[in-house]
């Protein structure tokens, strides 16, 4: 080694002094060597601006002429890393996104991992050889969504209890065995989760900006938990009738814990199903500026959608004029350009939105006032659905809700 302060210097000099530079003086006359370098985690760096400057210098090795170098990266989604790929030309890389890979694949690696790792749990507790069975690794990848975070975590779990990790698997299997109980897994997920809200909340913030970050981020993330169908970033914009940038700069930390496609018309999902669960139970999301009123957020959701239907839905909503007008008539994606999925989705949702509220129904309220005056347009609106018996049927319950309230009353 030419210098003996190394340790001490800037990124920028370590990489050429330990990599670049010995690489580029491979002998051109022999064959091309192939090296691969492997970083894990790459987000968990604690300084960003270490994460930016890493991306850069990986980068340069297109200049290497005299050797084959590949680079394998893993890391969550955080913003600098996104930012430090969207620098580079498309051509210098590859993607692949874990939740964007075939479900069967995950499923058959997870598998792999659970059979190995119990095998060997087995053979230390002297259990039977055939335990646990397929059938108990079957209940472990569904439970795991194909979250190897999970997985790893329930091995660990499974293997601490020692003489009863049979009982602990058949606990994780049952979810505890009573209602509400949280197991190891989610534990480990819950902390993973605490971290990555408490980190989309900049510390720059005055008081008054983070209560105001805080009520964003729990009506956004409340109307994603409890939608009965997912929607686009673009659709969820006009229904909470939150402007684009605000819904932009919300998600936009929350990469780790949501599928946020850069198509915005494509829709928003959660990773894992834990994630719903922890925002929704105030014994698992214990930071009240995060947790999630369910009751709350179905109330919020059913207020939108009155509202959207209110201002968009009118009489003869697609311009046809002609009375007994067949849809198949109709010239091409005009149902959805007079439609719009949100104001589609209000339609078919927000009376199941009301009941899981648990409002109390009235007269002179919000949704009489709203039946009162757009009844026929919101039929309208299903029967170009194609819905109208759900709508049928969401008349039936309301009914029904408002017989109960009288009674209770």
Known sequence: MERSDTASV??????HQLVLLPLSKQNEGSPSPAYIIVIDALDECSNESDI?????????????????????????????????????????????????????????DIFTFLEFNLRLIGQERSLDPSWPGEEAIRCLIQAASGLFIWVATACKFIREGKRFADKRLQTIIKGGGNAGAITAPERQLDEIYATVLRHSISSEYTDDEKEESYHMLRQVLGSIAVLFSPLSRHSLSSLLNITKEDIDQTLEDLHSVLDVPIDRIRPLRLHHPSFRDYLLDKKRCTDSNFSVDEKQAHWSLAESCIQIMSTSLKEDICGVRVP?????????????????????????????????????????????????????????GLAWMQKVSEGILEII????ATLVSLFIG
């Open 397 to 400: 319950s309301l009914e029904s």
């Open 324 to 380: 007994g007008t067949m849809i198949a008539d109709l010239e091409g994606g005009k149902v959805e350009m007079c439609l719009p999925l949100e104001v589609q989705y209000a339609c078919l949702y927000w009376v199941q939105h009301v009941q899981k509220s648990g409002a109390p129904l009235t007269d002179e309220g919000q949704i009489h006032h709203f039946l009162q005056t757009h009844l026929l347009y919101w039929l309208e």
């Open 52 to 108: 930016r400057i890493i991306l850069y210098l990986l980068a340069e090795t297109r200049s290497l002429k005299t050797v084959r170098l590949r680079v394998f990266l893993t890391s969550r989604p955080e913003v600098p890393v996104r930012y430090g790929f969207c620098q580079m030309l498309d051509a210098d890389h590859q993607d692949f996104v874990l939740h964007n890979i075939s479900q069967s694949i995950v499923d058959h």
């Open 10 to 15: 800037s990124l920028h000099d370590q990489w």
